[in-house]
């Protein structure tokens, strides 16, 4: 049946690593707070196996947040018999499962295989395999917020040991692990360690050691864990090397088995029937397992039996380890009765007395007060004092009343024990065990800055103590202590909590609102900060300083999370925050998450720059251009690609240009860029026809836009009569006979050359043009608040010196724009050019994406015919940008009744009017006036509102509305 069990503790040892070495994730670099305080953590029975309640799911005992209450010590390495003292006549029995477990650490111990501290990288692996003289336990860190522990890390061990003589003490090596068994490769990190002699004094039993890891610094977020180490050396004693030089081991298990073989047969006593089971399963282990073991390894197994044992996991030896951080996820805290009658989170040196305990209560303070509001847990409060007199002379019974106060002087609580000798420290009696005193009683919220005090008195009705009753000196064998456990208050809530964009996903350069609506009973002062629980690429945080709330009352708290490179290498980038928002009365955290993210982006594309309509020949083939504009939102270096398609109502034959290539943000395409050939057939008969073109973006099918275009087909009919025409005089004249069909084409051919002849006479003479006009940039986009200039050469293509007229409409609605051509004479000399500027003015009445085509015409002073060229004007696309600056009032002082003026100036820094916008004044809550603004881009607004003064607080807030 043992020897079932040691294999079920080998088994579990084997899956604990195999979890060990696969874990699910890694955990994000975090930006840790300063901890102040310190934490103290309790040694529980380090033999638990796993379905211990103390057994962590990680792998490890886990150490207590509250102090132990049990009656009965635990012991590491354990007693190898146990005796019932509650019997008359007690007998020893063998301590089974505690012996069972701890000779299968034994086991372990001596394989070499399972020495890990020779793999390097594998060095803490050993914490996690049982060993004979080592308890290990941990404790994983599940708050919120990153905490850095800085300090020394003291252990307050109990412990005990036969051998007491100097050359026989054994040391005691502490040390500190940390692991995160999420991790990718969670093996224990060391820390920091100590050794120390052990000093025990003689006739001492069981006693006290302080030992201290100084200077200890490590940040731990959630998920992480401590692993505490505490080993025993054993000294080298005699009876060991005795047992190494003359005794045979295996005789030695076999002399044993006949022994276990004797008692198990004897049916009348069953106590030494399971002895000697137990002595032949461990013989039978020890034979199949370590069938090398040595006369060495058998005298440590000895020496560590008569070595030094630790004493823990009891009221009376509560064997602990204090960390310099509040790592508890309780808010539990100790204040150390020290000198001065004050009380310290730390044990205070310094020249102290013992205190002399009366009926007058000998009052301890708090040296520091909180922090702010808290709800004291009564039930939770303990007072471990340490008491002591000088003689005997005191009555068998003394009784202590200890009373816990608050700020005013206040009782809170009060508890009351009787003293009896063994209670107390005097003449030959070294007494290291407090007296514990529980309260009772209804929790209190105990406000900021207050400092709790503890009186220690004699209770009423106590009778006279001849020798005085003392408090003993703080110190660490005895320190006197008060436990409180403490929780948050309910005073500050958040309400709701919003997100913009909801998601929480932007894009480079973008702006992510945590809206926090958070509530408060009293009034308080707010201060918000953040801690980065995650953060990968470029962010820069904002969030007002504080925010004053009355009581029963409400404030909304804008956080800003704002990307600070607006490039595409930021996609990716995350944060993962807590906000935190504390005041006096209370406390409210709020966990945020947010991302650089390409799903943020909004894709759109527009058609820019055409003719709704085009006239064309019959059997003609043209092209018709526009322009497309990459409207996506995104980072500043993104392009897009598009794809163009086609269609033909009659089912005409187009060729389009099938796609443009990466266009960045806000940029068009050439002018002659985009385009598509419409081909008509010669032998149509429609008039009309209307072609649909469409741009898709390549980046998101859903970002799509589509215009029609008419094309009206001219002519066709009498060219086709023409042509019949020839064709019957070409057979007339014979053509047809050498030419072919192609005859009436020789004839027209013949005309033609004739006719070109003339013509170009004619032209030369005729119809030269009177003026050239050159524009290379005709098409322009601009902010509501710029100007389109445009540069146009007019040139003179005759020698002979000439005067032009110059003169422009407008095709779009002309009191949305307005027109400057400069000049509008221009003389030039022969075969000269001169630059003429048209400019066109967006009035206020124009708004976004609104567009104007300009014709500029140039003719020859008194001649009708005129050259032309058509401009295109749009808008882009802006936003306005409100800002409000410069608040003040007079007079600065409010009076009740007052007449006070508030001056304060609104700028639109944006690109695009603000129209309509209201500005709301209130006055402690109430909206008082309102004023209602229209501003250009770029504009002022000088706003002054009168109003009367009130009594008390004059809180005066500005809100600003555009429609």
Known sequence: MLAHKALQVLCVLYILFSGILFPAFINPSVRAEESTGRTTLYFTNALSLMEDENYSEYGFITLSEYPPTSQKDSKYPPDLLIVNASKRLPIPSPNTDEILVWFTSWLLALFPEFNFSEIPGFEGFELFLPHPLRVVEGYT??????????????????FSSDVTLKKFRDQVSVSLYTINMESAFPIPQKIANTTQLLTPKLFSGVYKQQITIPDVSNTLTQGDSLLFSVEIIPSNKTLPTLITKYVDVNKFLARWEKRGNWLENRSNLAKLQTLGTTIKDLISMAKETL??????????????????????????????????????????RIYYLGPNQLMSDTQQAGNASKAKITTTPTIWTNDQGLERNKILKIQDVTAELYFTRTLCLIPLKVGVTVTLYDETNTTIATSEKQLTKNDLQGFL???????????????????????LSLGIALSNGTKSVITPLYLQVPSSQSPSLLRVRYEETQNIQINSFTTTPSEGRIIPGGSIQYLINISSKKADSLQVHIIERGKTGAWAFSMPDSVSVSAGSYALI????????????????????????????????????????????????????????????????????????????????DVDSYTITVASKNDWKLIPQESIRNLGIGDTSKPNEAKVLIEVPKNTTEKT??????????????????????????????????????DSAAQTMGLNDLFGSDGKYVLLILLVVIILFFIIILAIVFTSKPVRIICTDRIKEIDSTQNADYEITIENPFKKAQTYEISAHQTGPENKWGLLIEPTTVELEGKTSKTIHVTVTPTDAAAPKDWTQVTLSANKIGKKKKESVDLVTTIKEGTTLLALENVSHWPTAFNPGEKVITSFTLTNNGTIPARNVKVFFYLNGKQKNKVEVTLLAGNIADIQIPWIAEKGKNQVRIRVKEQ
């Open 558 to 637: 804008p956080v800003y999370a704002n990307s600070t490179n607006n490039l595409k290498e930021s996609y990716g980038s995350i944060i993962d925050l807590l906000i935190v928002i504390s005041g006096n009365t209370g406390i409210a955290r709020q966990a945020v998450t947010g991302e650089i993210s390409e799903e943020a982006i909004t894709y759109d594309v527009e058609i820019l720059g055409y003719s709704p309509t085009i006239n064309i020949s019959k059997g003609e083939n043209r092209f018709f251009y526009f322009v497309v504009k990459n409207k996506n939102t995104g980072a500043v270096d």
């Open 429 to 451: 009696r070294k007494k290291i065990i407090p007296v514990v005193f529980n309260f009772t009683g209804v929790d209190k919220e105990i406000t900021y800055g207050s400092k």
């Open 141 to 158: 860190y599940n708050g919120t917020e990153p905490v850095t522990i800085s300090g020394d890390i003291v252990y307050n061990l109990f």
């Open 689 to 726: 026809d209307t072609i649909t073109i469409t741009v898709t973006s390549d980046s998101s099918t859903d970002a799509t836009t589509s215009i029609e275009i008419t094309v009206n087909v001219i002519g066709g009919g009498f060219i086709e009569e023409i042509l019949d025409f020839f």
């Open 291 to 332: 069938t090398n073991i040595t006369s060495e390894d058998f005298a440590k197994i000895i020496n560590a039996m008569r070595s030094t044992s630790l004493i823990y996991n009891s009221a009376q030896h509560p064997s602990s380890v204090s960390i310099p951080g509040k790592i508890s996820k309780d808010d539990i």
